[in-house]
């Protein structure tokens, strides 16, 4: 009776292997369990292109390859479903997911409408002594500072094996194996576990619109392929193109298709992940990712992944970065992708545009109005952020930067940052910040440049307004669980001044007033307003936050009547509750 499974699959007593290669005409499984010995373990055909064999005495972390045999040449390749390699171009491990210690961990993620992620990237988020990319055990260090913070979702960028120490991530080689140099899977189960002690949900980004496109074990893995492409993994005609290489898998195959859902499912039950982030979902979608030929099976593969994490893993999060604004990719109607939420570009253009205008007089109020009111099903199925790193990189850089390269610690620069902080923290979606913008982090993103923790103490202050505006988003000390309402209607859009303000309210009758000012000037405004008191709960231009601030003395606003005036300062923020 044969063990259930694909890859290598931990049995008593040794491990079974499964490899789909249906153009081979034979292989087997060699490693240091057999000495390498090619004779020894020939594989069986399944007679569906699988592949399948036993091996008694394999442990777990000894080294293994399949040698397959094709048209009459024979060739090692690195199992495509290993869960961990020696590196992008050495050997496939062996591995047990049951053997791992979780303590019990058993954490529920928080609800999508009371979640602030904190977007990281492993390699560059501290500095190392020895120069080389920080791994997990690094980040690790820091999830008592990013509790302090008080966010409570971290989204990692892509920890996939991938070729080399150094890289963004969206070059994933091996798939279902962790990052060697981030620490393998054991140091991704110790984070997650560790960081779930700490109340913070973990989300994992993954990349499905390709594969590589360089040290990959799935290129022509079994020896065929059509057009000097990809093989049995990607299509082999004009849809392999994408603008990383020829390697777009075929989600018209089956096989492929069980290959990618597998994976999605083995972060959220195997690495007890919270979420995943789906990149460049157009390209899964569409050949140029635009307006060429679609792809109808790539729709179907988003759609599958939805549904797959809506019915297995309840509370947990998949996100798409679609930015092209379609609605369908968070319906769970017929035709959509049923994903939970998307990066929304409707949101961060707009707002950044506001932000790093020089003149006042060019800021569109009514853009900025549209970006926080827009919705696509409901005010939460989007992700809303002014950086990311998409968006501090390749010629882009941190709002402090962008607002005044030559002096990007100046009040101009810290003032519009911030502004845009508070927007990002106010305004309805699912709230992201990106590392090191909390204290106020300029220099654009690379993956080989870490993070100067030394202004983290010297914007403290900066980082204390995070806090504070993560605090009453989340409610934490009361009063301000408007914010996280399905509900905002505008108040105040007024060009000529350049105020913007608006209610964030409960159903059940919960409000919160955001007043802001985008010009240089402090401003006072007449405002209608639900008639009560309305008591200042934060004042982004308060001294406390930065010395360079003027404290503006914003008083309290008695609408009893169903008016009131504003008087805020200048690119400064004010929240508002009912007394």
Request: aromatic share 10%; charged share 20%; net charge negative.
């Amino acid at each position: 009776m044969s063990v259930a499974g694909m890859g290598a699959i931990p049995m008593e007593g040794g491990y079974a292997f499964r490899v789909w290669a249906p153009n081979a005409s034979a292989v087997s499984v060699v490693g240091d369990f057999n000495g390498w010995d090619a004779q020894a373990h020939g594989m069986e055909s399944e007679g569906n292109g699988h592949w399948y064999a036993e091996v008694s005495g394999a442990q777990m972390w000894q080294q293994y390859q399949y040698l397959l045999t094709h048209d009459g040449q024979s060739f090692h390749r690195i199992d495509p479903r290993a869960l961990a390699v020696t590196n992008s171009v050495g050997n496939g491990l062996l591995y047990d997911h049951g053997a791992f210690d979780w303590e019990g961990d058993d954490f529920t993620p928080p609800r999508q409408h009371e979640t602030v992620i904190y977007e990281t990237h492993i390699g560059s988020f501290v500095a190392t002594e020895d120069g080389r990319p920080a791994n997990l055990g690094d980040l690790m260090g820091k999830l008592d500072y990013l509790v302090g913070l008080g966010v409570n979702a971290i989204e990692l960028m892509p920890l996939m094996e991938f070729a080399g120490d150094y890289s963004w991530g969206y070059n994933p080689a091996h798939v279902f194996a962790v990052e060697s140099s981030y620490g393998g899977p054991d140091a991704l189960k110790t984070f997650v576990r560790e960081a779930h002690k700490r109340g913070l949900a973990v989300y994992v980004d993954v990349v499905y619109n390709h594969f590589g496109p360089s040290d990959l074990p799935t290129w022509q893995f079994d020896g065929w392929s059509e057009n000097g492409k990809g093989g049995i993994y990607f299509y082999n005609d004009h849809r392999s193109a994408t603008p990383w290489g020829d390697t777009r898998p075929d989600y018209g195959r089956q096989e492929v298709r069980d290959f990618i859902l597998d994976n999605a499912r083995m972060w959220l039950r195997e690495y007890h992940a919270d979420g995943l982030r789906l990149d460049m979902t157009p390209y899964m979608r569409r050949v140029d990712g635009t307006h060429g030929d679609e792809i109808p099976e790539g729709w179907e593969m988003m759609r599958r992944i939805g549904e797959m994490v809506r019915t297995e893993f309840p509370r947990h999060l998949v996100i798409a970065e679609d930015l092209h604004g379609v609605a369908a990719v968070t319906s769970t109607e017929p035709g959509g992708a049923a994903m939970h939420a998307q990066w929304d570009s409707k949101f961060v253009h707009p707002v950044r545009e506001a932000l790093i205008a020089q003149d006042d007089a060019h800021r569109s109020i009514a853009a900025v109005s549209d970006a926080v009111t827009h919705t696509y099903q409901h005010p939460f199925d989007r992700v809303i952020y002014t950086e990311s790193h998409d968006e501090v990189s390749n010629g882009k850089a941190r709002i402090t930067s962008e607002v005044q390269g030559d002096n990007p610690s100046g009040w101009n620069a810290q003032k519009r940052a911030t502004l845009g902080a508070a927007l990002v923290l106010t305004a309805p979606g699912v709230p992201m910040l990106f590392q090191g913008q909390e204290f106020l982090e300029d220099e654009w993103f690379r993956d080989d440049v870490p993070l100067d923790w030394e202004r983290a103490w010297a914007f403290r202050d900066i980082t204390q307004m995070f806090r504070d505006l993560v605090r009453m988003r989340l409610n934490v000390d009361g009063g301000t669980a408007g914010l996280s309402g399905p509900h905002t209607n505008v108040v105040a859009c007024d060009e000529d001044a350049n105020v913007l303000a608006y209610v964030r309210s409960t159903g059940d009758g919960q409000h919160a007033l955001v007043a802001i000012n985008l010009s240089a000037s402090a401003v006072q405004r007449p405002v209608d307003l639900p008639g009560r008191r309305w008591t200042v709960r934060f004042n982004s231009d308060a001294r406390a936050y930065s010395q360079l601030f003027g404290d503006h003395p914003t008083p309290d606003i008695d609408a009893r009547d169903g008016h009131g005036t504003l008087d805020l300062g200048p690119y400064s923020v004010v929240v508002y509750a009912p007394a």
